[in-house]
């Protein structure tokens, strides 16, 4: 079946099969229509004779009708392979699907498919990159252009027509090199305004992004002016289809344009032509850019639609890397908090979802560990003030290391007191057993700094540690300006009660941290009498962990 084949103002090749009559127009009421301002209501016809062959006519268009580029005055005679000009628009006719196979030159070196993105394969680009290529070879601006740059069209002699494609093109050149030197997504915004405005009869321009519900909302939006424009509103159908179809959109005469004739916002706003194309990176619609004109109708040609695309393309890419760069400082502010209270080979894990970290308040049952230096405040009225910080930080540093080798969460430091907690952010069975041997290895670890600060002539301390085993309260605590996550409770007073009573080097631990680490033939006991601490009523069973 005969067909002609051209590319439309959706930005992508289109064919329509021919019928025995076929009217060609802006209308709709046109059997092809064409939204174009250059294109009449009633333009041209082809029909079909009783020969089989087909029979172009111009019904009185304004602007004409040209075939293979020659303006027409009378009936022609379509052969395959035709070139048919009706205002921007070049129409190819087809004469069978069997011709376009075996007839490459009926379409062009490249089919258009491998250069539809590029805008080649269309005759008027292909043109324009002649022409732009004739221009440049000319001796006067081949030497200009060796300074690696498009030059301004007010300084070079071409036709007028030519002259404004080529000053699009310069201005989407500038685009992109100075939207590549920045990762301010807003900065990018504010340049591809700039230039849509120099470059497009545009009355109106806006960006959507999509929010992190998946909803489409108005990053930026103004006039020519720049002025903000407030409650901007596009059409749910044109967004549709741009998302849906993840292609561009142009309509010469959005009013008279089938596609949008139920959409309320058009005729509200009062818009006439608009262009609208996606931000696609990897497949993924992360936004839009739109422009539209609220007066003048046909106001965006095919060549802008493919200028504003690749605005899209240089805008999709910056916004990712915008959001990957964010994300990765969010990430390292994270890390860095997390760092502070895990141990590090977990970070990995929370960071993955692999293990959760509860932000609501709830009942666990863990172990609490507290350490702290004994006579600690004779030391300060003995010592300068930088001796007892530098001190506090080398004692500090070992206890950590000590606390995060053996997997607890740093809970806070106390003056001279370091609190530390098991089984509240990760749940193994074996909190007791591994605070314990994190006791151990504190004790061992300020033996060797006391043989280091023995050797520089500075005065040696003890320590004493109580650990508690049981029911406690964890969740993040504090006021809205200030909240961190910690355990409260019984077992957690108990803990640091233990703690009080401990003698310098000596570890005690309540009854249920014993019993669950009776088992472990590499940790020694001995059951100490019971001792009554504050806020119990009854003594409490204790045992000493023997070094």
Avoid at 145 to 157: A, G
Avoid at 410 to 432: C, I, P, Q, S, Y
């Amino acid at each position: 079946m005969p067909k002609l084949r051209f590319f439309s103002t959706s930005g992508k090749w289109e064919e329509y099969e021919l019928g025995e009559k076929t009217t060609i127009g802006r209308h709709p009421d046109q059997d092809l229509q064409l939204l174009d301002r250059m294109v009449s209501k009633e333009h041209a016809e082809i029909e079909r004779t009783s020969k089989g062959t087909y029979i172009l006519r111009d019904v009185g268009s304004r602007n004409g009708t040209t075939l293979n580029d020659e303006s027409i005055e009378s009936p022609c005679v379509l052969r395959h392979g035709d070139d048919i000009g009706l205002g921007n628009h070049i129409l190819k006719f087809i004469d069978s699907d069997d011709n376009v196979k075996n007839d490459s030159s009926a379409l062009g070196k490249d089919s258009p498919e491998q250069n539809a993105d590029a805008g080649e394969g269309r005759p008027d680009y292909q043109k324009l990159m002649e022409r732009l290529a004739a221009v440049q070879n000319m001796p006067s601006i081949r030497k200009r252009m060796s300074d690696t740059r498009f030059l301004p069209e007010s300084e070079i002699y071409l036709e007028k027509d030519l002259r404004q494609d080529y000053e699009k093109l310069r201005v989407a050149m500038e685009l992109s090199a100075e939207a590549s030197a920045t990762v301010d997504f807003d900065r990018l915004l504010e340049i591809i305004i700039d230039k849509a405005f120099k470059l497009f009869n545009a009355d109106r321009a806006a960006i959507l992004l999509r929010d992190e519900d998946g909803q489409m909302q108005t990053r930026l939006a103004v006039d020519r002016n720049k002025k903000p424009i407030n409650h901007f509103k596009i059409s749910e159908t044109l967004l549709e289809e741009v998302i849906f179809e993840k292609s561009a959109v142009l309509s010469g005469d959005a009013l008279q344009d089938q596609r949008f004739s139920s959409s309320n916002s058009l005729v509200v706003d009062n818009v006439r032509s608009t262009m609208c194309v996606p931000l696609l990176y990897e497949g993924d619609v992360l936004g839009v850019i739109n422009l539209d004109t609220q007066m003048m109708t046909g106001a965006f040609m095919e060549k802008d639609l493919l200028i504003l695309t690749g605005f899209a393309r240089q805008a999709a890419f910056t916004l990712q890397q915008a959001r990957m760069i964010e994300e990765t400082r969010k990430n390292a502010v994270i890390r860095e908090n997390l760092r502070r209270i895990i141990s590090p080979h977990l970070i990995n894990d929370v960071m993955s979802g692999k293990l959760q970290l509860q932000k609501s308040g709830r009942r666990t049952e863990s172990t609490v560990l507290f350490a702290d230096i004994r006579g600690f405040s004779n030391m300060t009225e003995d010592n300068e003030p930088e001796t007892i910080v530098n001190m506090l930080n080398d004692f500090f540093e070992r206890m950590v290391e000590c606390i995060f080798r053996h997997e607890g969460a740093l809970d806070k430091f106390v003056g001279d007191e370091v609190m530390a907690v098991w089984g509240v952010n990760v749940n193994r069975d074996t909190h007791a057993q591994s605070a314990v041997q994190c006791a151990l290895e504190m004790m061992k670890a300020v033996d060797d700094l006391n043989q280091e600060r023995e050797d520089k002539g500075l005065a040696k301390f003890q320590i004493g540690i109580g650990i508690a085993t049981g029911l406690m309260i964890a969740g993040y605590m504090g006021s809205t300006q200030a909240m961190s996550y910690t355990v409260i409770g019984d077992t957690v007073n108990l803990g640091a009660r233990l703690c009080s009573a401990a003698q310098p080097g000596e570890i005690l631990i309540n009854g249920e941290a014993w019993r669950r680490i009776n088992n472990n033939d590499n940790i020694d006991t001995i059951s100490l009498p019971p001792i009554m601490v504050k806020g119990k009523r009854d003594p409490v069973e204790v045992y000493r962990v023997l070094r």
